[in-house]
């Protein structure tokens, strides 16, 4: 069982900067590949960015590139998402997810095992 806390959502303006936080218990952490993806009210889940085990392999979506970083420091257990520059497109709840026993993670939800409960952000122009 893996267990994941996002932290670090809020309010912010636009052109702004956010750093979420997906702490991991549980299963050895550096066994899985983290997802971070987000929701808009009526919208579906959409992928934002992921991470391999080992964090040697990142990926975004394109609407982040350049403006979004992913990283993970497995000493701590810990992903990270900062955000940089910031639109309220960026707006929308997000979690991140834990994918078992692969190397790289996935763009597609139903790929993860594990999901946090969310955060918050929220962009205002």
């Known amino acids: 069982q893996v267990q994941l806390v996002e932290s670090g959502g809020g309010l912010v303006q636009a052109g702004g900067s956010l750093r979420l936080s997906c702490a991991a218990s549980?299963?050895?952490?550096?066994?899985?590949?983290i997802g971070w993806f987000r929701q808009a009210p009526g919208k579906e889940r959409e992928f934002v960015a992921h991470?391999?085990?080992?964090?040697?392999?990142?990926y975004y979506t394109d609407s982040v590139k350049g403006r979004f970083t992913i990283s993970r420091d497995n000493a701590k257990n810990t992903v990270y998402l900062q955000m940089n520059s910031l639109k309220p497109e960026d707006t929308a709840v997000y979690y991140c997810?834990?994918?078992?026993?692969?190397?790289?993670?996935?763009?597609?939800?139903?790929?993860?095992?594990?999901w946090g409960q969310g955060t918050q952000v929220t962009v205002s122009s």
């Open positions: 549980g299963r050895t952490f550096s066994l899985y590949a």
């Open positions: 991470i391999s085990r080992s964090g040697g392999r990142t």
């Open positions: 997810a834990a994918r078992l026993d692969t190397y790289s993670g996935s763009h597609y939800p139903d790929e993860y095992d594990y």
